[in-house]
């Protein structure tokens, strides 16, 4: 067996209460907005010898955040929250690597659904973890 190096943290449709975009009186409005994130860790901490939070990547304080994040006004696109929500997750450094989607339903006569999808690799997160603490 290899031996594990990397591991991630996965949340998947997440509805998020939240609003976004404009919409005419004859568009197809969404209901719902799903979240699927998904999170690169070191496997140090998902590897732990003591069964005890400390040891381990407590998300629930971010999870916190993105529900903040989603409720805290209108956004014209689903990018602009996407945005935001990255720069949550690199504010915690554990977090080596970031892949969202956010995708809303229906888009068309009742039906369909759109996603937006945003990947960061470990040099991407770091760069944006670095812009966000030394803004030009």
Known sequence: MKPTNSAVIELRDLHLRTDIGTYGPLDTRP??????????ISSHRVLIAKDEMVNVFDYDPLMAEIDRLAEDGHYETQERLMTRIAQACVAYTDILSIDIRLRKAPVRRGN?????RL???????????????NPI
């Open 31 to 40: 209901d719902i907005h799903f979240l699927d994130l998904t999170l690169g």
């Open 112 to 116: 369909g659904v759109l996603g937006v």
């Open 119 to 133: 990947s960061l690799n470990e040099a991407a997160t770091q760069n944006l973890r670095h812009s966000l603490q």
